[in-house]
């Protein structure tokens, strides 16, 4: 099976004028350190790890927000993908044209990007808001305009950085059914998601990663992961964090 995406000894630096370097300087923290792995379309995977463990900077490394310092990313051609993160940024315009905005960047005419997005919106629930101000939403529905955004581009990879982290468990709920929309819709629906919550990670994941100090620990299978003897077994750090010893 071809990989969706593929990292192989990916090394990310951090700090003043690390991106313009060409080899490692050694007065600069990795945030990543030698990290290869490789997706494929249909997976649901989780990262896991404690904060700073290299979370999000693996998910914006994913999505071109971020280059390597040393190593290669590989992308399927022609891959279509969107991010969430944990708190979206809400522009001054009505939830429609936010959602609509995003189409017509990416060529639709204005008029069909609105029609587009009332779909979107009506997918996630939230047609009867389509003309109020994006700022004026709560929390849990600002992260579903969010989610309608990405869908209605139609990606192939979706992206999420700690979703419901500060969302109540009502709008926690909710976001997470729709995530689980988005990865049954189609075969080749991917996700790649950062969470603290483990129960979470037991309802959406199907492969669970887990991170330390930027280094990939532990890959496995979701019911392996959460498998107390195979996880000591193959991972002693990984087995910690998810008896809640590492913070």
Not at 32 to 43: C, D, T, W
Not at 159 to 179: G, N, R, Y
């Amino acid at each position: 099976m071809t990989a969706l995406i593929a990292l192989d000894h990916v090394t990310v630096q951090l700090g003043v004028g690390a991106r313009n370097l060409t080899r490692l300087d050694p007065n600069l923290l990795c945030s990543l350190s030698e990290v290869s792995m490789s997706v494929n379309a249909g997976e649901r995977v989780a990262l896991v790890g404690a904060n700073g463990s290299g979370k999000s900077t693996l998910l914006r490394l994913l999505h071109g927000l971020l280059q390597p310092t040393q190593g290669q990313i590989t992308l399927s051609q022609n891959l279509r993908q969107a991010m969430l993160f944990q708190r979206p940024h809400m522009l001054r315009m009505q939830v429609n044209h936010y959602v609509a905005l995003g189409l017509w960047l990416g060529g639709l005419a204005w008029s069909q990007a609105k029609t587009q997005a009332m779909d979107a919106l009506t997918r996630v629930g939230l047609q009867d808001l389509a003309y109020r101000k994006a700022r004026t939403l709560s929390g849990g529905q600002q992260q579903r305009v969010a989610m309608a955004r990405a869908w209605a581009l139609g990606p192939q990879l979706l992206l999420l950085d700690e979703p419901t982290a500060s969302l109540d468990p009502h709008a926690k709920a909710e976001v997470e059914s729709l995530m689980q929309a988005f990865a049954e819709e189609r075969s080749e629906h991917t996700l790649i998601f950062a969470s603290h919550n483990l129960g979470q990670v037991k309802r959406l994941a199907t492969r669970v990663v887990y991170l330390e100090k930027g280094r990939v620990l532990a890959d496995l299978p979701v019911h392996q992961f959460f498998d107390s003897a195979v996880l000591q077994a193959q991972c002693p750090a990984a087995h910690f964090f998810v008896k809640g010893e590492v913070l």
